[in-house]
C-alpha cells in the first residue's frame, strides 16, 4: 500500500508526462499552390491556397482526403514537428486536402 507522500508524488509525476501529439506532422506536397477543400471532394468549395512544403497536422482521413489543420495569416495553429496536441486544434484554419497531397512527416 502506498504512503499518502508516495501517492502524491506518483501522481505528480504522471500528470508531468505531457499526452502525445494527437495529430502528426505533415507537408503540403505537389505543385506551387495547393487548393484546402470544404469537404472531402473535389466539388466542394475552395477555402483557401497552401504553399507547396507549408506545415500542416493531419487529423482525419476520409476515402483519399486528409483532414488537415495548419497556419495561416489569421491562425496561430502552435504545433511541432512532432505533431499538434487536440488542446490547440482551434487556433489552427482547417480543411481537407486530396492525400496525393500531403506529406506526412511524423507518425
Known sequence: MLS???????????????????????????????????????GARKTAKLRSGSP???????????????????HSCPGTAAGLDLRYTSTCASGWLPRHRVAIVSR
Open 56 to 74: 500542416l497536422f493531419i487529423c482525419n482521413a476520409k476515402a483519399g482526403w486528409l483532414y488537415v489543420l495548419y497556419r495561416d495569416r489569421r
Open 4 to 42: 499518502m507522500t508516495s501517492a502524491l508524488a506518483l501522481a505528480m509525476q504522471t500528470a508531468a508526462v505531457p499526452a502525445p501529439p494527437a495529430c502528426p506532422a505533415g507537408l503540403a506536397a505537389g505543385s506551387a499552390r495547393i487548393w484546402v477543400y470544404s469537404a472531402p471532394s473535389a
